[in-house]
Each structure stands twice: as structure tokens, then as C-alpha cells.
């Protein structure tokens, strides 16, 4: 399945965005879909992912009530609205699919988008 990121952006603290997720090639709704991110010199982390019944999401703690992760099977998109951005969510945001099942690790992921930068200043 081929994913394509977009929607980053410059916003001040506070403000919010919304990332979508675009899959094409594979049957889109046999994926769950998850949402990380990375900053220079750390780790890829994970952020939210959303399971393949569309009813099951889970939350990196950080980001729980401030973020919401959504898909949309007819339309094969998973959308990340990220509200009340504070600086530390600064990062370059990549979404990845995964067939079976899903866990948090970001290398139990088989596929991914390039990323999407968010730059969120004070």
C-alpha cells in the first residue's frame, strides 16, 4: 500500500491542524493506520493509530484530548486533527499501515508515507 502525508504547517501554540493520510494499491480498510513523529537526533515515537474496525484508537499519553485520529474506508484516509498544538509537538509526522496486528513500535510497521512537517512556535 503506497501512503501519502500532507496538511503539516507553521501554526502558533494553540493552534490546531489536520493531517491526512492518503493509501492507494491495497484494500485500505484490512490496514490500521497510525500516525508518528520524529525530531532530529530522537527516535521515530509513535503518536495515535486507529485499528482496521474503525472503532479502536489509541493515544500516545501526551497527546490524549488534544488529538484525534479518524479514517474514512470509502475514501482511504486516515485524518489526524490536532488541536491545542503546543511546541513540543514540533516534528516531522509520517503516517504507516499495518496488516494484522497492531502495536505502537514504530518497526512493526510495514508501511509508510514521507513525512509532513508541523512546526508549531511559542
Known amino acids: 500500500v503506497q501512503l501519502q502525508a500532507s496538511g503539516g504547517g507553521l501554526v502558533q501554540a494553540g493552534g490546531s491542524l489536520r493531517l491526512s493520510c492518503a493509501a492507494s494499491?491495497?484494500?485500505?480498510?484490512?490496514?490500521?493506520v497510525g500516525w508518528f513523529r520524529q525530531i532530529p537526533g530522537k527516535e521515530r515515537e509513535f503518536v495515535a493509530l486507529i485499528m482496521q474496525s474503525d472503532i479502536s484508537t489509541y493515544y500516545k499519553d501526551s497527546v490524549k484530548g488534544r488529538f484525534t485520529i479518524s479514517r474514512d474506508n470509502a475514501k482511504n484516509t486516515v485524518d489526524l486533527q490536532m488541536n491545542n498544538l503546543k511546541p513540543e509537538d514540533t516534528a516531522v509526522y509520517y503516517c504507516a499501515a499495518r496488516a494484522g496486528i497492531i502495536v505502537p513500535s514504530p518497526r512493526e510497521w510495514d508501511y509508510w508515507g514521507q513525512g509532513t512537517q508541523v512546526t508549531v512556535s511559542s
Open positions: 494499491g491495497r484494500t485500505f480498510s484490512n490496514y490500521g
